[in-house]
Nanobody, 126 residues
Framework: QVQLVESGGGLVQAGDSLRLSCAAS????????MGWFRQPPGKDREFVGA????????SYANSVKGRFTISRDNAKNTVYLQMNSLKPEDTAVYYC???????????????????WGQGTQVTVSS
């Protein structure tokens, strides 16, 4: 079992920045693909980005490319999502997820990820 705990969400204004953190309970998460997803109000969960175990392969959704950055500190079992130039349409519950079956091949499909955090709310006002 892998437990994931997100933090760093909050209420910000358009144009502001936030950094989300995802702390994992097991050191082995450093070998997994880690992803970030979000669920806007009234909509389905959607892919934000994902990183291979060493950050060598990273993929982003087009909607956040150039504004969001994923990084990871494997020594701390933590993955980060730096969000800049936030827009009201970025308002959502943000989730991190672990794909324990893969170390390198990142996926945008939520079904690829076995473990999920509880989510953290990000609200961007206009």
């Amino acid at each position: 079992q892998v437990q994931l705990v997100e933090s760093g969400g909050g209420l910000v204004q358009a144009g502001d920045s936030l950094r989300l953190s995802c702390a994992a309970s097991k050191r082995t998460v450093s070998t997994y693909v880690m992803g970030w997803f979000r669920q806007p109000p009234g909509k389905d969960r959607e892919f934000v980005g994902a990183s291979s175990w060493n950050g060598g392969s990273i993929s982003y959704a087009n909607s956040v490319k150039g504004r969001f950055t994923i990084s990871r500190d494997n020594a701390k079992n933590t993955v980060y999502l730096q969000m800049n130039s936030l827009k009201p349409e970025d308002t959502a519950v943000y989730y991190c997820a672990a794909d324990v079956a893969h170390s390198w091949a990142v996926s945008s499909s939520s079904s690829q990820y076995e473990y999920w955090g509880q989510g953290t709310q990000v609200t961007v006002s206009s």
